[in-house]
């Protein structure tokens, strides 16, 4: 198929870039980077006047509307700075779980605060003995209350109120709630700020069951998946600018055929990947029957290929790549841990082989 971003896409895609250039440059990122939490009360709210917040939701709960692939540009752009806080928490993760398990009532109740700004969110879904899989969550709820921990919360310490995924449902625990415990975990990515969270006979307000939970996800991955091309386009730019700069026996280091090779595999990965991004997001607008293999697709190609974008451009850059100045670090350390968030390429090949599996046993039975 032909795809192309129509001139509204390609609008958002750019004033998402220039809006991200201006508010959230490398010294404010290595600013917030270096608080607790990574959160800025004046950045939400200029990210809330963009209608950022709301961008995918409807707007009887005061989001924007737009589609999946609005959202894919908007996160490959705050991909692209490295945008640190709750944004992808509390918009990407936590609305889309709210929009596909809750009522109309409990949307709006919780969603609309967060088309409006008005709150952060977070969603609790691994535990230590669990995958990415909502179906190997062993935590439950008794009574309307919760026990247990779940790890690698991101956002929890400014969350307004935290969803948690069960074996029997869908909760969702006021951050204020008695019995609940948050604690900081160490992390990769130093911009995004990760925590375990305890549960000891917590109360928790049941949203909804966990069925509806796999296109909440998709789209959250998907997100993920695009936020991922943001960083390796940034790494390949730098990479760029770099090798025309540094010399070497007298001549710039890109004039060297083996560094123009690395740079043309940087180019491959990261516009296959923008490909496999696009089309997801495409397919999870239009209900399509392949989204979720189109999803896994394009996070398992992500995962592998910004691993081997931050690699290649670290190499390039030789000692400077290393050096705590040079911001390439930081997105290579962004690349490791969201190469793993929500599966990585392992999990993902099994997902699409089993996707496959189904939907060759449903073709055979109506054959």
Known sequence: ????????????????????????????????????????????????????????????????????????????????????????????????????????????????????????????????????????????????????????????????????????????????????????????????????????????????????????LDIATAALAAELVGGMQRTLDLTVEYAKTRKQFGKPIGMFQAVQHQCADMYLETESSRSAVYYAGWALEENSPDAPTAVSIAKMYASDAARTVGNRGIQIHGGMGFTWENDLHLYYRRAKASETAFGDATFHRERIARLVIDEGAVSAKHA
């Open 1 to 216: 198929m032909e795809f192309g971003l129509s001139e509204s896409q390609e609008f958002l895609k750019d004033s998402a870039r220039k809006f991200f250039a201006g508010e959230c440059p490398s010294v404010e990122m290595r600013r917030l980077m270096e608080t607790g939490t990574s959160y800025d009360v004046a950045l939400w709210s200029k990210l809330t006047e963009q209608g950022y917040t709301g961008i995918i939701f409807p707007e009887e709960y005061g989001g924007v509307g737009l589609g999946k692939v609005e959202l894919m540009l908007l996160m490959e752009e705050a991909g692209r700075a490295l945008l640190p806080g709750p944004f992808f928490s509390t918009v990407v993760l936590a609305g889309s779980v709210l929009e596909a398990v809750g009522t109309v009532t409990q949307k709006k109740k919780y969603l609309a605060p967060i088309c409006r700004g008005e709150v952060r969110a977070t969603v609790a879904l691994v535990e230590s003995t669990s995958s990415w899989n909502p179906r190997d969550v062993q935590l439950g709820a008794t009574n309307g209350k919760l026990s247990g921990e779940k790890l690698f919360v991101t956002d929890a310490a400014i969350a307004d109120f935290i969803i948690v995924v069960a074996h029997n449902g869908v909760f969702l625990v006021d951050s204020k709630a008695r019995g609940l415990k948050i604690s900081p975990m160490s992390g990769m990515d130093l911009t995004r700020k990760l925590y375990a969270v305890e549960f000891s006979n917590t109360p928790a307000e049941e949203i909804g069951g966990t069925k509806e939970l796999a296109r909440a």
